[in-house]
Each structure stands twice: as C-alpha cells, then as structure tokens.
C-alpha cells in the first residue's frame, strides 16, 4: 500500500523556468511533509518542510504548497539552475511519531536542460 | 559541524552470513533512524533509536536489529542474508524533538551486496 505517492517518475525542465513536482498521499493521519533531494551515490539531503496548520512554506528558490481536501503537495522550484537535477523525494509524518519515521515517496528524476 | 557518517560505503556478503553496519549522527543529535533503498521498493523505514531505545520500528523481519549506544552511535546488524536484503542502507541523524524544526540529515549510505 502505496501511502505516498510521486506519479511522475521523471521531469524535465528548461534552465530558468519553473519546475513542479507533485506528491499525493493518502493517510489522513499526516501532518508532516518533507522534500529530499538525492545526487547518486549519495544519501537525501534536506530541502524544505510543511506542517499540516500551513499551506504554503517559502525558503528562497523553493515553496512548498500543501492542499489537505485533495491530498497534494507540490515543490515549485524558481528559477530552476542545472545544479537542481537529481531525484527528488516528498517524504510524510505523523505528528505522534515525528519525522523520525518518514513515509516516502518513489521519487522523481528532474533534469535541467541548459 | 561533520555530517552523519556510515561505515562501511561498501560491503559484499554470501547469502546466510550476517553484516553489521555501522552509523555516527552529527553531534548533539539523539536520534538515529535507519532506512532501506532498493529500486523496487524505493525508501523504507527500518527502525529508530533514541536515547538507546528503540522508539519506532517498520516493517521488516526479526533478522534485521540495531542499537545506540551512549554517544548517539548505533549499528545495525541483518543476520541469515538473504540476496532481496541487496540495497542501499541510509542511516539518518536527527535532534529527536517530534517533528517541529527536526528535519532528518542522512549519511551516504551503506551499499549491501548479497551474493
């Protein structure tokens, strides 16, 4: 049972415009949401984090917006720089078990085009 | 401040042995929360420590186990490998406060190998 779920395996976006990257999940129990992103061969670095109480959070190139009614969050990434192409993962948490245990993701493969 | 830190990044093992691995948190971080990455199967959480007590466990086998010592270090032990526990073992360091401003930081990993 897929509780969290990034349907496009991979993206591809031209240097400069926006990318966006979607997560559905299906627990309503989750209060946390998180995006990792991931370079090969090493492990998931931490982007940018959400709490159920907010729609939207903000750090520098990178916003997060969460709609509770349908289950979604999205990471929009402005201006999108080739630095930005690796596999991006939207993680989840119950509040009671904090982010210490993280439902993720299959990810998705973003690829900047210069 | 030095990142989370795995050891070894690389191990080859025959199916029935046992391997431990091994994981240093960044400082000041309690707890200490093991993860599995396979293609197939994407990220799982294994288990979680904090303060050398496991506070949260997936859904895996009695074969896989760990432990935290006394200074956040932990280790995680699979015994009778079988060649599905081929992955990626990602150990993740954190302050251990319920969520809030507690994201997870992870080490590179530790690349199982079961032939």
């Known amino acids: 049972d897929q509780q969290v779920k990034q349907n496009s395996p991979s993206l591809s976006v031209q240097e400069g415009r926006i990318s966006i990257l979607n997560c559905d999940y299906t627990n309503s129990m989750f209060d946390y949401f998180l995006w990792y992103k991931k370079y090969p061969a090493e492990g998931p670095t931490f982007l940018i984090s959400i709490s159920s109480i907010k729609d939207k959070n903000e750090d520098g190139r990178f916003t997060v917006f969460l709609n509770k009614s349908a289950k979604h969050l999205s990471l929009h990434i402005v201006p999108s720089q080739p630095g930005d192409s690796a596999v991006y993962f939207c993680a989840a948490a119950r509040g009671n078990q904090g982010a210490q245990k993280l439902v993720f993701g299959q990810g998705t493969r973003l690829t900047i085009n210069p | 401040k030095a990142g989370v830190t795995q050891t070894p990044r690389y191990l080859i093992k025959t199916r029935g042995q046992q391997v431990t691995l091994s994981c240093s948190p960044i400082s000041g971080h309690r707890s200490v929360s093991w993860y599995q990455q396979t293609p197939g199967q994407g990220l799982q959480f294994l288990f979680e420590y904090f303060s050398e007590t496991q506070r949260n466990k997936g859904n895996f086998p009695g074969r896989f186990s760990g432990r935290q010592f006394s200074n956040s270090r932990s280790e995680m032990n699979v015994s009778t490998l079988e060649l599905g526990d081929s992955a990626l073992y990602l150990c993740?360091?954190?302050?251990?406060?319920?969520?809030?401003?507690?994201?997870?930081?992870f080490g590179n990993g530790t690349r199982l190998t079961v032939t």
């Open positions: 993740a360091s954190s302050l251990g406060v319920p969520y809030l401003n507690s994201p997870l930081h």
